[in-house]
């Protein structure tokens, strides 16, 4: 076995010696057969942007070979709402490569992600995830490279308070015990996730921390590593899932929505992005922010209006974005600038070995720190469907390549200022704004969304649906309707608490 499977959190890994890529179906039956493994689930996201489950009990090897390799029938006018109830028969599939150990069944079950297909048996053209893999499929044809992706996946935990080291109002960040309350709470998550396949990076405690009616409500930041950006949705998906199990194991309540209240930071869903060929990030050259990497900015500059019917899907998303906080209101992008659209952020460019500095008994690491230097989407949050989103996002960036001016729409989007100071207003002028509702994100994804469908990524079937979505909530003037009136915005928080 390699070092890199000995230290790996997921026990199928670790078990069959084996990167989770080439697990086979004699592999899946060999892990279930030798372990005492007695239920199989199918899991897979639906339209409301949540993890579906199918139980299965093993009644013998010949069953187990049967749901592994021909899945099972669902119902998908049930799942979709774009699929008529009339020829609503679906198809899962699992993929082997996603197996993990359910964490919290007292049933030793084995876990495995789905893919959707039609009567066919050819993949399902509207399902979110098989639009990913068409935007990815479609970038590296255009591109000549791979397109990689991670979220940051915010949100609070919310508790009663016990009074005792109570925290400071709106700096929770980084905060350690006692002062943040729900540090080992994430850090159980961080470690279920890792055992299901999630390539994490770091957790902390995020600003969000407040106290209302005896409750405590904390936010809380798992951010993961850049991978193929499948994998990356597939992540988020079952990091969500997990986080939530978990919280409803304690008796927490656990909110993904972009507001939470008046006055309080609300949580996002940043996308990370990097481009890759050969295995070698193309994210600088010469230390600096590459030309490929500045093109794929142009296109997110471009089609950032239309972004956001993928990644700020309900009414509150709106709330969240507005001047003068840290989510972004204007169409622009810059380096380590969190007031900006699309972020660059710190690449460990600097030419000195910081690890030697700290550490004068190392030697000189040569570290390729090349391979760090993300871009970041900040506006898209918690509601969104991850795979519409990062397939939005991979289409923006491919788009910055079919552009004749994209260095030129690059720099002219670029700012190195805060564009929210008042000497900085001349400029602010300057900028495109986002979308302020949902129905004004419905308006700029129906004007650009031959883009979205060139090349057969987007279905029209799918892009109709999310303008139909989107628009059956009327909230074109919400925003101005509800100003000054918390408990009416309240009650809109709460009706779409539970959102993604």
């Not at 009339?86 to 699992?94: C, E, F, K, M, T």
């Not at 068409?134 to 508790?159: D, H, P, R, S």
């Not at 309540?253 to 869903?269: D, M, Q, R, Y």
């Not at 279905?459 to 009136?485: C, H, N, V």
Request: hydrophobic share 40%; charged share 25%; with cysteine.
């Amino acid at each position: 076995m390699s070092k890199e499977l000995s230290l790996n959190p997921n026990r199928v890994v670790a078990y069959l010696g084996k990167p989770a890529k080439e697990f086979t179906k004699a592999d899946i039956v060999r892990y279930i057969r030798e372990n005492g493994i007695r239920m199989v689930n199918f899991m897979y996201p639906a339209g409301d942007g949540r993890l579906k489950t199918l139980n299965f009990v093993i009644n013998n090897e010949a069953y187990l070979d049967a749901i592994l390799t021909c899945g099972e029938r669902v119902d998908g006018s049930s799942l979709f709402p774009f699929i008529e109830a009339g020829s609503s028969d679906l198809y899962v599939v699992p993929r082997f490569a996603t197996a993990f150990l359910d964490p919290f069944a007292e049933i030793p079950t084995l876990s495995l992600l789905c893919s959707f297909f039609n009567k066919d048996g050819e993949p399902l053209a509207s399902s979110p995830r098989y639009t990913l893999l068409k935007a990815c499929e479609c970038f590296k044809q255009v591109t000549g490279m791979e397109f990689q992706a991670m979220g940051e996946l915010e949100y609070y935990v919310i508790a009663p308070d016990s009074g005792m080291f109570p925290a400071t109002d709106q700096k929770g960040y980084h905060e350690s015990a006692p002062y943040a309350k729900f540090n080992e709470f994430r850090t159980e998550c961080m470690a279920y996730i890792a055992q299901a396949g999630g390539q994490i990076k770091y957790g902390h405690s995020e600003v969000g921390n407040f106290t209302i009616d005896e409750l405590i409500y904390e936010q809380n930041e798992i951010e993961f590593l850049p991978v193929d950006a499948l994998d990356a949705a597939d992540q988020l998906m079952v990091a969500k899932w997990i986080i939530r199990n978990l919280g409803y194991k304690y008796g927490y309540e656990v909110t993904f929505a972009p507001k939470i209240t008046a006055g309080k930071a609300g949580s996002g869903l940043h996308i990370h992005m990097r481009i890759v060929k050969d295995g070698k990030s193309m994210m600088l050259d010469n230390g600096q922010l590459s030309e490929t990497a500045r093109k794929a900015i142009a296109g997110m500059m471009e089609l950032a209006p239309s972004i956001t019917a993928f990644g700020n899907t309900n009414p509150t998303s709106y709330f969240r974005l507005v001047p003068h906080q840290e989510a972004p209101t204007n169409i622009c992008w810059g380096d380590r600038n969190r007031s900006v659209l699309v972020r660059v952020p710190l690449g460990w460019a600097a030419k000195s070995d910081m690890c030697r500095i700290a550490n004068p008994l190392e030697c000189d690491s040569r570290y390729d720190t090349s391979q760090k230097q993300t871009v970041e989407m900040r506006s898209p949050d918690g509601s969104a469907d991850v795979y519409q989103l990062i397939a939005g996002l991979a289409v923006a960036c491919r788009y910055g390549f079919e552009l004749d001016n994209a260095l030129d729409i690059a720099e002219r989007t670029y700012v190195n200022v805060n564009i929210h100071k008042k000497e900085n207003e001349d400029k602010l002028k300057l900028l495109a704004q986002l979308p302020d509702s949902c129905a004004a994100s419905a308006d700029c994804l129906e004007r650009q969304r031959a883009v979205f469908e060139r090349h057969g990524v987007f279905s029209p079937a799918m892009i109709d649906g999310i303008l139909k979505s989107l628009r059956r909530f009327d909230d074109r003037t919400l925003r101005a309707d509800l100003e000054g009136k918390p408990e009416e915005m309240l009650k809109l928080v709460y009706t779409y608490f539970h959102c993604g």
